[in-house]
């Protein structure tokens, strides 16, 4: 019964920074609101000490570059992304040029002012930037070709945001446009796209075709292989490969294409725009906006900031009518109303 009594208490506070006032209160009253107090000071303890990324804003230090459309195409869907989201991080973009090489140190600098949580290296030139100046601080990267190998060295974690559209999708168009397709070929660097090949190798199987991939280590070598690979295939499939996309690889390929009709797979419409068949690119916006996702991933748990991660969306399909034309084939009309055709 006597806890019912009311009882004066003078003002104290509490580990909340609170203040239970001389009003007249309950003793069960007077535990609620300290209990309640306290309860609020372990959270906002925990908070700081287990999971600082929930309570404040992070800095991220963007290193790119402004000369090359699809890099700012993949930025604007990244900070569009960045402003719609709930906690809002310190953004900074820096441009690191390798036409100038000698800005690179101010840029490093100016990034480590910022003390960044998390870098986001658009180019393969940002992620060599990041593995000298920065190889401590947490990478995501992407608009690369394959896999740089010291992209994944270091002692931070690195993620990969990759532009590869997976093979299978690809063949199935191919087979769609060209029924008679039995085998498709490829000229390949292992160093530079072998994870990419044998992914081919293995969606070609899957579809009942054969997959003729001819390795090679230079790009003088490539020009030999190219035309043996055309003497016994019905296509020709483009992988990210810097070895293989030379200007006088590519023209070769080009040239035995149109001379044997054996279509090329491109990999985006630049491709098809040089005389590919058709391609199926990356949406980069969207990848912009998957890069943020990843990023608020990341600084939740930086130890799952790892790997190569492939762009979930279906891609672009882009079709050279004029080549569709020079080799008899008939686009299906769902292609033609799910494609861009290019004239």
């Not at 506070?13 to 007077?30: A, F």
């Amino acid at each position: 019964m006597c806890c019912k009594q009311p009882v004066r208490l003078l003002c104290f506070k509490t580990l909340g920074g609170g203040c239970i006032s001389t009003q007249s209160l309950t003793v069960r009253d007077m535990m609620q609101q300290v209990l309640k107090k306290i309860s609020c000071a372990y959270f906002i303890l925990f908070c700081l000490a287990a999971a600082p990324h929930l309570c404040q804003a992070s800095n991220i230090a963007v290193i790119t570059r402004n000369d090359i459309i699809p890099y700012t195409v993949f930025l604007e869907g990244y900070t569009q992304a960045g402003k719609s989201a709930e906690q809002r991080h310190a953004i900074k973009i820096f441009e690191a040029d390798p036409r100038n090489p000698d800005n690179d140190k101010d840029i490093a600098g100016q990034v480590a002012a910022l003390k960044p949580d998390i870098l986001l290296c658009i180019g393969l030139h940002a992620v060599t930037f990041r593995q000298i100046h920065f190889p401590n601080i947490t990478m995501i990267y992407s608009m690369v070709f394959g896999t740089p190998g010291q992209a994944i060295q270091g002692k931070a974690p690195a993620l990969e945001l990759s532009m590869n559209i997976n093979p299978g999708k690809k063949i199935a168009v191919l087979r769609e446009l060209h029924p008679n397709i039995r085998t498709i070929g490829a000229v390949y660097d292992p160093n530079q796209a072998g994870d990419q090949v044998t992914e081919a190798i293995r969606e070609a199987k899957k579809q009942g075709l054969a997959f003729d991939a001819v390795s090679i280590a230079s790009s003088r070598d490539a020009m030999a292989a190219v035309e043996a690979v055309f003497s016994r295939t019905d296509a020709f499939m483009l992988f990210f490969d810097k070895t293989v996309l030379t200007p006088q690889v590519l023209e070769a390929i080009f040239t035995c294409s149109f001379r044997s009709k054996a279509p090329v797979i491109g990999l985006s419409e630049k491709y098809v725009n040089l005389g590919a068949l058709f391609a199926i690119e990356c949406d980069v916006k969207a990848l912009g906006q998957e890069a943020w996702r990843s990023t608020e991933s990341c600084l939740a748990d930086r130890e799952k900031c790892s790997g190569v991660k492939t762009a979930q969306e279906k891609g672009r399909l882009v079709i050279n009518k004029k080549i569709a034309d020079k080799m008899g084939l008939k686009i299906p009309d769902m292609a033609i109303k799910e494609g861009s055709l290019v004239k």
